[in-house]
C-alpha cells in the first residue's frame, strides 16, 4: 500500500471512561507489566520484547491465542497462532497523549503497511478519559475485525482497571 494510499484512509475513535487517574491508565500503556496485562482482544495474550518509549523508540511484542475459538478462527483463516508485532512511537507526551505507528504485516495475501494509533487521556471527576483514535485498514472487513479487537482491548483495560 503507497504512503499517500495509507495517509487517505479515515480515521476511527473509541472513548471510554475509566474510574482510574490518568497516571493509572498512563502506567499501563507505557510499561511492559502493564501491556502484557491488557493488550491484545479477549483470548490473546501479549509477551513483550523490547520497550524503548521515546519518539521513534520501539515496542516488539509477541501476541498468540490462547483461547479455543481465537485458535480455532486463526486456524480457519489460514493464520498463525503467534505472530510478532512493531511500534514505533511517534509523540510522548507524559499522562497526556501517546501517538505510533504499527506495523500491519500479518494479513494474509496484503502488503504489510503501518496503522497509526493516538491515544489521548484526560482527567475527569471520576477518573479519567481515554479518546483512541487509529487508521482504519484496507478493507471494510479487516477494518470491523479491527474495531472489534479495540473495543475488545479496551473492555480488558476497564476490567483490569475495575478489579
Do not use: C
Not at 49 to 78: F, N, W
Request: glycine share 6%; net charge negative.
Amino acid at each position: 500500500m503507497a504512503v499517500n494510499e495509507q495517509q487517505a484512509r479515515p480515521k476511527l475513535t473509541l472513548e471510554r471512561s475509566l474510574k482510574a487517574s490518568v497516571g493509572a491508565v498512563w502506567e499501563l500503556w507505557t510499561t511492559s507489566a502493564g501491556i502484557e496485562s491488557w493488550w491484545g482482544p479477549d483470548g490473546f495474550e501479549v509477551k513483550v520484547r523490547t520497550l524503548d518509549l521515546r519518539p521513534q523508540g520501539e515496542l516488539r511484542y509477541s501476541m498468540k491465542a490462547v483461547g479455543a475459538d481465537q485458535i480455532d478462527y486463526m486456524k480457519k483463516a489460514g493464520m498463525p497462532l503467534a505472530t510478532d508485532h512493531r511500534v514505533t512511537f511517534t509523540e510522548i507526551v507524559p499522562q497526556r497523549r501517546l501517538a505510533y505507528l504499527e506495523l500491519a504485516d500479518f494479513i494474509p495475501g496484503v502488503e504489510a503497511y503501518e496503522v497509526a494509533t493516538l491515544i489521548e487521556l484526560e482527567p475527569t471527576a471520576t477518573g479519567s478519559r481515554l479518546i483512541l483514535t487509529f487508521d482504519a485498514m484496507h478493507d471494510d472487513r479487516w477494518t470491523r475485525l479491527a474495531v472489534m479487537g479495540r473495543e475488545s482491548e479496551l473492555d480488558r483495560l476497564s476490567r483490569l482497571l475495575e478489579a
